[in-house]
């Protein structure tokens, strides 16, 4: 048996800390096993996943696409850092031997601060949605390279870590995903709280029909902090996610009589108006 | 023109220059770390001094008045100075044509530290790595 000796100048005991290496361990295998794989390997190609792809030199991400996210391309061009002719003149001029990054770059028309800058903005912001949780297995294409060309490659792991990490950013603002992709309405709360002038800017979008990714788009931002400011104006009570439509197709109502048919399918159809 | 890292190196050789990053103010992501970090921490520290900058650019107390009509400044703060007994840090954000929530933290040692000239050379930087 062990007994316990406490004396007064026995210090309290540690507070338990977060094992980093355990951490590091379940964020590497709990966003893309196979992109784990495809890291250790120093794979180079795209990864094809349900909502977007991911393009690896090496074993590192280069680059990230997801419909969801606005391209490097409209964030260079939407406020005027780029003239949308000097990126289409690049992107014709480009090669196997010559990416349009690489040709902006030459070409004098933007610096490599900037240029590391937007595609790290562009290239995190896509990669959130490309590694959201998907029902389908992701497609490996190996030796792939995307005409963009590499600016600033990311590690894999760095990458998933952020991922997770955005993710849990989001849920602790307002607990429900459902404003991230559904239309989004106007709530009239009476006393509306301060806004930022960023999130002034998205309210004036929300029209009832537009999604908070289409927003991003529209003002030439990136997608992921046009999420945060709209979760944060669902818990300031500004917006709220459009409620899904009722099925255009009812079920037939389980009644035989043709008159009382009729009524409850014209009722339906007055109420779908 | 620099790209990120030699604005990182640029700014360690400040004098009594302990550590410097470039960090996301939306989300907290460090894009660039050279030296040392607060606590040994890199993620930790950006993640932290990313949550005071964003607390302090959403904050209208501590914009300057804009003229009616102009646009205003995004985001409408210069740099942010925190002091304590044996350093400063400095984080001043960098403004950008295209979207972008991004800031230089420097760490600097009180001793040898000069905060005018740091707080002067790292508003230089901000320029220099955008610019073009």
Redesign the interface.
């Known amino acids: 048996m062990t007994t316990l000796r406490t004396t007064p100048t026995t210090p309290p005991p540690r507070l338990p800390v977060r094992d980093k290496a355990a951490a590091v361990d379940r964020a590497w295998g709990g966003v893309s096993p196979m992109l784990t794989r495809l890291a250790a390997e120093k794979a180079t190609g795209v990864l094809v996943r349900e909502r977007g792809s991911l393009h690896l030199a090496a074993g590192h991400v280069v680059h990230a696409e997801s419909p969801s996210a606005p391209g490097l391309d409209l ?2 061009t ?4 780029l003239r949308a002719e000097a990126w289409e003149a690049a992107a014709n001029a480009t090669d196997d031997r010559h990416a349009t990054t690489r040709l902006l770059l030459d070409g ?7 240029l ?3 595609q ?2 562009a290239l ?1 912001d896509a990669a959130y949605f490309v590694l959201a949780p998907s029902s389908t297995p992701g497609r490996f294409r190996y030796g792939v390279t995307h005409p963009l060309g590499s600016v ?1 490659p990311v590690p894999v792991a760095a990458l998933e ?2 991922t997770l ?2 993710r849990e ?1 989001l849920h602790r603002v307002w607990p429900d995903a459902a404003t991230d992709g559904a239309p989004l309405v106007r709530a009239d709360p009476l006393a509306p709280p ?1 806004i ?3 999130q002034a800017a998205v309210l004036a979008r929300v029209d009832g029909v537009r999604t908070a990714p289409e927003i991003a788009r529209l ?4 997608a ?2 046009t999420l ?1 400011d709209v979760r944060r104006l669902v818990s300031a009570g500004l917006v709220s996610p459009r409620p899904p439509a009722p099925p255009a197709v009812l079920p037939p109502p389980d009644v035989t009589d043709p008159d009382i048919t009729l009524l409850k399918r014209l009722r339906d159809a007055l109420e779908a108006l | ?4 890292d030699e ?1 990182l190196l640029e700014a360690m050789r400040l004098p009594g220059a302990r550590g410097a990053a470039l960090v ?1 103010w ?4 460090a ?1 660039g770390v050279v030296g040392e970090s607060p606590g040994g921490d890199q ?1 930790a520290s950006a ?1 932290e001094a990313a949550e005071l900058a964003r607390l302090a650019a ?1 904050h ?1 107390a501590f914009a300057s008045d804009a003229e009616e009509g102009e646009e ?1 400044d ?1 985001p409408p703060l210069e740099d942010l100075i925190v002091s304590n007994r044996d350093s400063y840090h400095v984080l001043r954000f ?1 403004r ?7 800031f230089l933290h420097l760490w600097l040692a009180r001793a040898e530290g000069n905060l005018a000239l740091a707080r002067i050379r790292l508003g230089e930087m901000a320029g ?5």
Do not use: K
């Open positions: 964030l260079l939407a406020h005027g850092t004098g028309l933007i610096g490599p601060g900037a590391e800058l937007c790290l903005g995190y600033r870590r952020e990490r955005r950013l301060p930022t002038a960023r003002l030439g931002r990136r992921y902090p945060l | 023109m620099p790209g990120i604005c996301d939306t989300s907290g992501l894009l993620e993640a959403e209208r205003a995004d960098v950008t044509s295209f979207d972008s929530s991004v220099r790595l955008v610019l073009g």
